[in-house]
T-cell receptor
């Protein structure tokens, strides 16, 4: 089954404690991206990657890091989480020439 | 600055009637538009799209209309069914293969039996 898998689904952490949210896709897609969803703001892009070792900033990259060492994986790293990063996070992937993106089920992060 | 706006946070429609969800955009470089549907505890799923060279695209009960001069698009669902109850996001990109999708705030659609 074609899918994008995020882990964990739910996470509560404390301010300043580094964390990683993993994302994996099995569709051999070149493109992957991270979004955050906040009430009244819709989904906003954090980072994206066009292929292995190629990443770029989206609209709200501050406080986040990403890496793309393998085509299937695109982890999101919060080196020093803060309460304003409490949000619902989605990973997405798509083929290079496709507009339709496939989304993971989301990770609800709470930073206290 | 919200480049894609969905001004109705929520919409309630009777089962069997037409649901119309609206979306406005400000960036004239946007060339491709999509609608995504999102159920609770799930990721968004692609519903329908339209290129700027068209003014209408239909897929079963779903039709998207694009008015480029007004920078406005709408999603029509006819007839509406209870399973259509979800949050609908409008999204736009500057070309079909663009790495960047800009999303609206979403509209929560509730279909009443």
């Amino acid at each position: 089954e074609a899918q994008v898998t995020q882990n964990p689904r739910y996470l509560i952490t404390v301010t300043g404690k580094k964390l990683t949210v993993t994302c994996s896709q099995n569709m051999n897609h070149e493109y992957m991206s991270w979004y955050r969803q906040d009430p009244g703001l819709g989904l906003r892009q954090i980072y994206y990657s066009m292929n292995v070792e190629v990443t770029d900033k989206g609209d709200v990259p501050e406080g986040y890091k990403v890496s793309r060492k393998e085509k299937r994986n695109f982890p999101l790293i919060l080196e020093s989480p803060s309460p304003n990063q409490t949000s619902l996070y989605f990973c997405a992937s798509k083929g290079t020439f496709s507009t339709e993106a496939f989304f993971g089920q989301g990770t609800r992060l709470t930073v206290v | 600055d919200q480049q894609v706006k969905q001004n109705s946070p929520s919409l309630s429609v009777q089962e069997g009637r037409i649901s119309i969800l609206n979306c406005d955009y400000t960036n004239s470089m946007f060339d491709y538009f999509l609608w995504y549907k999102k159920y609770p505890a799930e990721g968004p799923t692609f519903l329908i799209s339209i290129s700027s060279i068209k003014d209408k695209n239909e897929d079963g009960r779903f039709t998207v209309f694009l008015n480029k001069s007004a920078k406005h698009l709408s999603l029509h669902i006819v007839p509406s069914q209870p399973g259509d109850s979800a949050v609908y996001f409008c999204a736009a990109s500057e070309n079909p293969g663009a790495q960047k999708l800009v999303f609206g705030q979403g509209t929560r659609l509730t279909i009443n039996p």
